[in-house]
């Protein structure tokens, strides 16, 4: 069983599982887990994953579904069980039902112990378009036209191609942070909340929303800004993705790596017989 | 047993580390099967929730598609048109040996042969699955009696026919019931061809022209009528002429129906065929290119001499001699031995030289959802091939029907 203190300072040898909750958009993350699983430092036997969204209308093996997307660079690569990956289903009869059933199967799972996300460049977090409410659960969502336009090279460059809905967890799903006073959890029960919140930011095109989100306020219209409020955030990004901070911002972070460091060192593994 | 009722419960096997021919491409990707078909792994994965019960590693070794051999006239001392009383046992002996050249279905083929040989051969091969018996019957390949008298090359001049004014009742009567064939070649310059061609086409048969005089003219109209395949290109017929094409012809012409591909037999066994000829017709039509055998009795059979039937042969490498002479007496280069061949004579992508024997010759046949393929589905019928196009081992619906010595440790 792995300490996965690579992501967090959580650890779990035993079921229940970790929970992680991932985005669609990192690959590289996606690439080096499975690199760390083929040399066998990592399983994900134990590993239960909520995708964040889906889009509606489209089959499920279209080349540009998120269960494709899934399938092709993650799942197929690794030993998840198939009954651990949870992605919402898009063509559900009733989507609704569905979304209420995804919260469900969180809330069940345990609650996330890592989410790990990118953001759009309109400081969306999954489909939680600018407008969005921060306290929103699993829902369906209309597709801004931002969005709709950034999707088209993936369907050939045919607006009428690409799908104008999808299914998305709330910010209120994610963030999931009750400021409760520790005497009211009984004890035999744990809090449902998100442990640990992973936003990676990367490039100049996102650097705008990157400072909407940490140097503004909390704004409905940035959505990703709600992780302010969380126990628990890192936002890890590369140098263009800070353009738009102020210096000071940048050097004062900078000036904690060698704290920062310590989350990627060392990397335990399975072989150590842990 | 391929799919049915016991499938959805049947072990799924997931072959790793190795590289697949899909979509005309060989890509680094498993494969997976169930129940004698290629299964989708992602709608297992999603639909089912389930993952593989056993995997096996390939080594990094290439898996293609089963070869398919449309035209062989026996092997290892059998004779398809001979007219014994256990032809039966004859076609498994060759059916079960060809395994082991990747071949996982075949068409056996008779050539020219009075009646009495085929109504009493015929019936005696029915369509049949293949397996850890041997490789899959897909039906028969009549190559004559109905061809022309100056192209018959080794058919005997004296079993030729041409048909009559009740044309495909002639043809009824000279082979007994179509049931088992599956193509049959034809001469279309002979009178009242297009009847012949046209009836055996609406009752599935494929139409193979060959052995023929035609010009070019006559083999389009040909194809109009139904005929889809041309027998050993460049052997037995007219050879190209700049001002009348002839047969070959047909790898080029703007004559002929919309849509429809015309495929083409090609040996490629390093003797039959010029190189140069070989890359001028790949060149010309890469899409149609279907190996063949044409393989006779003494393909199998080591260096020397054999007795086959009433013919004396001698067996030296890759080429087989009237026994005495220098005249080729046939082929003997069994399948994958020309898939080597084609590949290094032509220049062209190992996915061409794969698809040219699988491939085509199962959409010549109107197969390619279940054969020639690894599409999902498809049947599992595959070989296991080094880099070099060695086969390795061969599978039929899922199962391991063959295994080279070395890869047994």
Redesign the interface.
């Known amino acids: 069983m792995a300490k996965v203190t690579f992501f967090t300072g959580h650890t779990s040898t035993t079921p229940p599982a970790p929970s992680v909750l991932i985005w669609s958009t990192p690959l590289g993350c996606y690439k080096k887990l499975i690199e760390y699983h083929k040399n066998g430092h990592l399983s994900f036997k134990y590993v239960k994953t909520f995708n964040m969204d889906e889009y509606v209308g489209l089959p499920?093996?279209h080349p540009e579904s998120y269960?494709?997307y899934m399938?092709?660079n993650f799942?197929?690569h690794i030993?998840i069980?198939?009954?651990n990956?949870h992605?919402l289903d898009g063509n559900a009869a009733d989507l609704q039902a569905e979304c209420d059933a995804f919260e469900k199967k969180i809330k069940e799972a345990g609650g996330i112990d890592l989410f790990v996300g990118g953001i759009g460049p309109d400081g969306h977090i999954a489909f939680n378009e600018p407008g969005s409410s921060l306290v929103s659960r699993t829902r369906l969502k209309t597709l801004a036209m931002d969005t709709i336009l950034a999707n088209a090279k993936y369907f050939d460059g045919d607006l009428s191609k690409v799908p104008t809905m999808a299914l998305t967890v709330g910010v209120g799903t994610v963030m999931d942070a009750r400021e409760l006073p520790a005497a009211f959890f009984p004890l035999n029960s744990t809090p449902f909340i998100t442990l640990m919140v992973m936003i990676l930011i990367t490039g100049a095109h996102k650097a705008f929303a990157l400072y909407k989100a940490i140097e503004e306020g909390v704004n409905h219209m940035w959505t990703v800004s709600a992780f302010q409020q969380h126990p628990r955030t890192i936002f890890v990004c590369d140098e263009d993705a800070t353009l738009e901070l102020r210096v000071k911002t940048v050097k004062y972070f900078k000036g904690l790596m060698h704290v920062h460091n310590k989350l990627v060192d060392p990397l335990f593994s399975m072989k150590d017989g842990n | 047993m391929r799919g049915g009722q016991g499938a959805v419960e049947a072990r799924v096997l997931q072959f790793t580390n190795c590289r697949i021919l899909r979509g005309g491409k060989l890509l680094r990707e498993d494969l997976w099967v169930r129940g004698g078909r290629i299964l989708d792994p992602e709608k297992l994965f999603f639909e089912e929730r389930r993952v593989a019960d056993e995997r096996r590693d390939c080594g990094g070794r290439i898996l293609a598609p089963g070869f398919i051999d449309v035209q062989i006239n026996g092997g290892f001392g059998v004779d398809f048109s001979q007219a014994t009383e256990d032809v039966g046992s004859g076609v498994a002996l060759v059916a079960r040996r060809i395994l082991s050249h990747g071949v996982t279905s075949f068409c056996p083929t008779l050539v020219t042969s009075p009646p009495e040989v085929y109504h009493k051969v015929v019936p005696q091969i029915p369509v049949k699955s293949g397996g850890p018996h041997g490789a899959g019957v897909l039906g028969l390949h009549l190559e004559g009696p109905f061809i022309s008298r100056e192209k018959r090359g080794a058919h005997p001049e004296a079993h030729l026919r041409s048909f009559e004014a009740n044309a495909f009742q002639d043809l009824l009567a000279t082979y007994g019931p179509l049931d088992n064939v599956r193509i049959v070649t034809l001469a279309p310059e002979l009178g009242h061809s297009h009847e012949v061609i046209r009836e055996l086409t609406t009752r599935g048969i494929c139409v193979s022209l060959g052995h023929s005089v035609a010009d070019l003219r006559a083999a389009e109209d040909a194809v109009w009528s139904g005929a889809t395949f041309i027998t050993h290109l460049f052997n037995a017929m007219l050879p190209f002429h700049h001002r009348d094409p002839g047969i070959v012809g047909l790898l080029t012409s703007d004559r002929l129906p919309a849509g429809r591909c015309i495929f083409y037999g090609m040996i490629a066994d390093g003797t039959h065929t010029n190189p140069a000829a070989l890359r001028i017709a790949h060149r010309a039509h890469p899409q149609g290119l279907v190996l063949v055998t044409d393989a006779i009795p003494a393909l199998g059979l080591g260096n020397g001499r054999h007795t086959l039937g009433q013919q004396e042969v001698e067996v030296d490498g890759l080429t087989a001699y009237v026994a005495g002479t220098k005249t080729l007496s046939g082929s003997i280069a069994p399948m994958d031995v020309c898939v080597r061949h084609f590949l290094q004579a032509t220049g062209c992508s190992v996915e061409s030289a794969l698809e040219a024997a699988s491939l085509h010759p199962a959409q010549l046949l109107g197969l390619e959802k279940s054969k020639g393929t690894l599409d999902f589905g498809a049947d599992a019928d595959f070989v296991v091939l080094d880099d070099s196009l060695h086969v390795q081992a061969t599978y039929i619906s899922g199962e391991l029907v063959w295994q080279a010595e070395a890869a047994r440790q």
């Open positions: 499920r093996n269960h494709s399938w092709n799942f197929k030993d069980d198939p009954n990956a992605i």
